[in-house]
Structure formats: structure tokens, C-alpha cells
């Protein structure tokens, strides 16, 4: 039996071990949430007029309106979540590792801090990417669609309801190479079948852009372009950490 093989064998793991160690990660996970989100609370006014930035010159007076007493204070509480789930990014993908660390071969394991720096630089790319490219050109289309005439009156709800679901969207988006590497290093997917699959792959972004971004042609478009090239960047990553099928235990390696 080779060493692959025994390591395969050892990796096994029963679904009530894999729900175990699920709910291990995910409260991991949730605290260091809760402490970057309180850091985040202590500068939720810097935090909010960040956020704001990018509508900020669409705006009557340059500010937001609410309606409810509590909408502000509330709005303040979720950027601070916001700014949270960006600043403990490193961590939860720790913890996602350390989920699917099991499952691969012990030189493989070696590639947790890769792993971890290109996790967290996908995420804040595509958080940013939605900041400064996604946002901007979405509100110049909306704002200007059928004339001038009419004059935006955006509440804080509102916005921050767009706002989260278009930057968080982005974010994990932006993760596809790393997803596509990690089912690769799993053995579930190989270069070949994604490069044969692709045509159905960029159906597929197409419908998951649809479905995540404002219903508006421009929005849809510019979460799927980034995609698309997000799609052959993880095929090409693939191509150097992709497993090789694992023969039976039982049948001699072709060492032996």
C-alpha cells in the first residue's frame, strides 16, 4: 500500500465527526466575528462615512435620511458586522482549513498560510473591486436612468441593505480560485473537467451574478466579467494542486 493510500484511509472521518468538527470551526469562526466587530463599533462613525462614500454625491445635502430613530443606530451596529466579517477574514479561513485539512494529504497541509493570503486577498479584493469600480459605475447608471428630473431620497436601510449585499457578494465571489483549488487538492474536480465544463461554468456565473446583484443589466454585468476571468485564474490554479485519483487499498501501487 502506498503512502497516499494510508493517508486516504486515516482521513476518514464519520458525518457525526464531520458535523462535530463543523460546529467546532463555526463558533471559532463566530468569535473572532464578535471581537472584530466590537473593535469595529469603537470607529462605527469612520466606519459609516466610508461605506457612505460611494453614493455620498447622489445624495440631497450629502446624507442619508431615516425614518425610524433607531435607523441610524441600527445601521451603525450592522457596518460595524460589516467591517467585522472583512477584518477577521483571516480567521474564519483558518478555520475553513482546519475543516478540510483532514481530508488532504500531509504535504498538501503545508499550504496553509498560501491558503490564508490568498483567501484574505481575493476577499478584500472584490470587497474593494465592488467599492471603487462595481458601486460607482451601478449608481451612475441608476441615478441617471430616465432623466434628472426626478431627485433620489435614499434611507440609511435602504442603502445599507444594497451596500452589504453587493460588497459581501463581491467578496466571496472573488474567492472561485481558491474554492476551485480546494476541490481540486480534494480530488473532486481536475483541470481538464473544468476546462471541458466551461461553457457550462459561464452559464452558471451568469445566473449566480442574476441572482446577486440588483436586477439592472449593468449590475449583473459587471459582477459577471470579473468572474468569468476569476473562473480560468482557479482552472489555471488547479493545474498545480489538482490530486491524483487515490487507487483501492487493496490493489498493489505501481511502485510495488
Known sequence: MSENQKEHLEHHMTLTEHLRELRKRLINSIW?????????YNYSNEVFSFFRKPIEKYLQGGGL????????FIAHFKLSIVAGIILSCPF????LWLFVAPGLYKKERRYVMGFIALGTSLFVSGFFFSYYVALPMAFEFLFSFGGDQDKPMITIDHYLDFFTQFSLMFGV??????????????????QKFLIEKGRYAVMILAVVAAIITPPDVMSMTIMLIPLIALYYIGVFLVGFVQKKPVTSAFAPSEKE
Open 32 to 40: 473572532s466575528l464578535l471581537v472584530f466587530t466590537g473593535l469595529a
Open 65 to 72: 435620511i431615516y425614518t425610524n430613530p433607531l435607523d441610524k
Open 92 to 95: 474564519w479561513l483558518y478555520q
Open 173 to 190: 465571489s472573488f474567492e472561485l480560485p481558491l474554492i476551485l483549488a480546494i476541490l481540486a487538492m480534494l480530488g473532486v474536480v481536475s
